[in-house]
């Protein structure tokens, strides 16, 4: 049997050997039967097998585990939490929709919270939501997972993850996931190895029996050879030596070995990827995705919500700078009722500064949520997909009128520096001719635009290297721009924490590297052995 | 750590109130909520709680309800109990809002 090497996004790190368990796709697609009595009797029935199967899990795991699903039992035991799912029910709408919507307020609740607590209650909803979704799909109860697997499937729930036992070793493959999920977060604090968006997992019916799975470089390797297996075994003992080295020294300034200073900042997806993080492993925050407040779909986040996370945010990081991206939307990201459905090619569409522009009254709300937010620490504005020097000018025309408003009615608040994200070749080329006060390379999308490769297609991954010579051009030249021009620049993408990609992107004059803070101590390991 | 000064205003079956401040380091979170609730529906007595004085109410049986109070730590947290049993339960819920539900 041919071995099989699947590349994806790293979700956490680690090495690991294993058998495989495939998971069965849980959520299963439901026709609805239309009769509002039915619905509701369908919805009741599933709330009900979810309670069984979560008191049927509480029996097998102790401490916190236990008690995070004993709070379930008891939110799903309570008829306050499906009421307005069975009112939409009465008036016509499918169950499967309308506890989906009547969950995804009450996790927006969450998620808005002030108190870091509550807002990590997010991911138990999100638990309780796809749990029942799944019994009204009449999928099977969910799969049980041998201690030490790799488990392999679309994606995986938290409570899944928690019913395994993660403390002898194991890993996640995914075909989709995300890494910034409750469970990558819940795999990092076990110290499981997750590789996630491998794309579709088809093995004929004849499933692998054992899989390697590199959740550092997000590579998995079914069937190995046992040559392949041998090299791999061997890179597990030398990276426990290694991983030991680095996490040592995560909380020293990175620098080089000929001792140049370079600063690494985090990359952020949301409030919970703080949640018991030291802010003195990074000198600051380089990203802030901010589309996390859009995803629930009851409408847009108002200031006041906005308002609140950004200033979480601000304060975790004391005085150290965050640059905090206006919304993303569009390509990848799709948000219900703002992006374009259908488009023929959504990452050359209406995405990013692009939308935003389009979407006056959205923009403004979120520039007054940051010029609020921007009294509270020191606040950078970054604005994602410019291509053009009149993008950057009309936006930055809208956050000075609303400063001016929000001045104007004495609400305290602060004009912060605005700069673009260099991710379209265009601006790279000319990134002079903005009036930006900074440029943050955006690597993942300025290499696929470069190289006109997604790097979730498969069949072209290969050409998605953001060190091939012609982004590592675009990238130096956006440094000796921002040089010329006395700004700063940094990088935030995937290649940051690629430790191949370390060398050649600080020869491009980078001095600021963003990373996922899962990756900070290989990153500043990394820097540690390049010298110039 | 209370004001535990709970005061009959009528004979009958007028409200009951008294207030606590929570204790408990992470505020009346998953846990203390479920112990709050589970312990309030062995009552038969209505049992509201809120944050101010005047409300607004929320149901003590319904952890769902209690969650999105999200009281933290230091909130004082009112309580307005009527029925048969109610000095009972008024009781039994200062007794666990003071005692930092056990894991102050």
Redesign the interface.
């Known amino acids: 049997m041919a071995e099989i090497h699947l590349t994806g996004r790293a979700a956490s790190p680690g090495l690991a050997i294993g058998p495989v368990t495939v998971l069965t796709n849980v959520v299963a697609r439901r026709t609805a039967v239309g009769d509002p009595a039915q619905e509701a009797a369908a919805l009741r029935a599933a709330i009900e097998a979810a309670t069984d199967e979560i008191a049927g899990l509480i029996r097998t795991v102790q401490g916190e585990a236990a008690e995070i699903l004993e709070f379930q039992v008891a939110m799903l035991g309570d008829d306050a939490l499906a009421e307005g799912a069975y009112d939409a029910i009465s008036v016509g709408v499918a169950a499967d929709h309308a506890w989906r919507s009547a969950l995804d307020a009450e996790i927006a609740g969450y998620r808005a919270a002030d108190d870091e607590y509550f807002r990590g209650r997010a991911a138990d909803l999100v638990d309780i939501r796809d749990r029942v979704l799944a019994h009204l799909g009449g999928a099977d109860a969910v799969a049980t997972i041998a201690a030490g697997s790799i488990v392999a499937g679309d994606d995986i729930s938290p409570s899944v993850f928690l019913a395994a036992d993660w403390t002898g070793g194991g890993a996640i493959a995914l075909a989709a996931g995300s890494p910034s999920s409750h469970v990558a977060m819940l795999a990092r604090a076990r110290g499981a190895p997750m590789v996630v968006g491998l794309g579709p997992l088809d093995w004929n019916e004849r499933p692998p029996a054992l899989a390697l799975v590199d959740g550092d470089t997000g590579t998995v390797i079914f069937d190995p050879a046992p040559e392949t297996l041998h090299v791999f075994e061997q890179r597990i003992a030398a990276a426990n030596v290694a991983r030991a080295a680095a996490e040592a020294g995560r909380f020293d300034p990175a620098l080089t070995a000929d001792g140049r200073r370079i600063r690494v900042l985090i990359n952020v997806a949301a409030p919970e990827d703080l949640a018991g993080l030291d802010p003195k492993i990074c000198d600051g925050i380089g990203l802030v995705r901010t589309e996390f407040l859009f995803e629930a779909s009851h409408g847009l986040p108002d200031e006041e919500t906005q308002y609140a996370a950004y200033r979480r945010i601000l304060e975790w990081a004391g005085q150290k700078p965050v640059t905090i991206r206006t919304l993303d939307a569009g390509g990848d990201k799709p948000i219900l009722g703002l992006t374009v459905d259908g488009e023929s090619n959504p990452f050359l569409g209406l995405r990013g500064i692009r939308l935003s522009l389009g979407q006056p009254d959205v923009f403004r709300v979120q520039l007054r949520a940051l010029l609020r937010a921007a009294v509270h620490g020191s606040l950078k504005v970054m604005l994602p997909m410019v291509a053009i020097p009149a993008e950057f000018d009309r936006a930055a025309a809208m956050l000075d009128a609303e400063f001016a408003a929000l001045t104007a009615q004495g609400v305290a608040s602060a004009r912060p520096p605005l700069g673009i994200m260099v991710e379209v070749p265009a601006a790279a080329l000319r990134a002079e001719d903005f009036d930006a006060a900074f440029y943050s390379i955006g690597s993942n999308d300025l290499t696929q635009y470069t190289m006109a490769a997604a790097r979730d297609i498969g069949a072209v991954a290969d050409l998605n290297d953001t060190g091939n010579p012609a982004v590592l051009e675009l990238i130096a030249r956006t440094v000796e721009s921002a040089n010329k021009r006395g700004v700063e620049v940094s990088l935030c993408g995937d290649a940051a924490a690629e430790t191949r990609l370390i060398k050649p992107l600080l020869a491009t004059g980078l001095r600021t590297l963003s990373v996922a803070p899962v990756a900070v101590a290989r990153l500043k390991a990394a820097i540690a052995t390049v010298r110039e | 750590m209370h004001d535990a000064n709970a005061s009959r205003a009528t004979e009958t079956m007028a409200p009951l109130t008294a207030s606590a401040i929570l204790v408990n380091e992470?505020?009346l979170?998953?846990?203390p909520?479920?112990k709050l609730?589970?312990s309030a529906k062995r009552f038969a007595a209505a049992i509201e709680l809120a944050l101010a004085p005047d409300g607004p109410w929320t149901?003590a049986k319904?952890?769902?309800?209690v969650?999105?109070v999200?009281a933290?730590k230091g909130a004082t947290l009112h309580f307005r109990v009527t029925g048969a049993d109610g000095e009972a339960a008024l009781a039994a819920m200062l007794a666990l809002v003071n005692d930092g539900f056990g894991e102050a």
């Open positions: 992470v505020g979170h998953a846990r909520s479920v609730t589970q149901d319904s952890p769902v309800k969650m999105r999200k933290p």
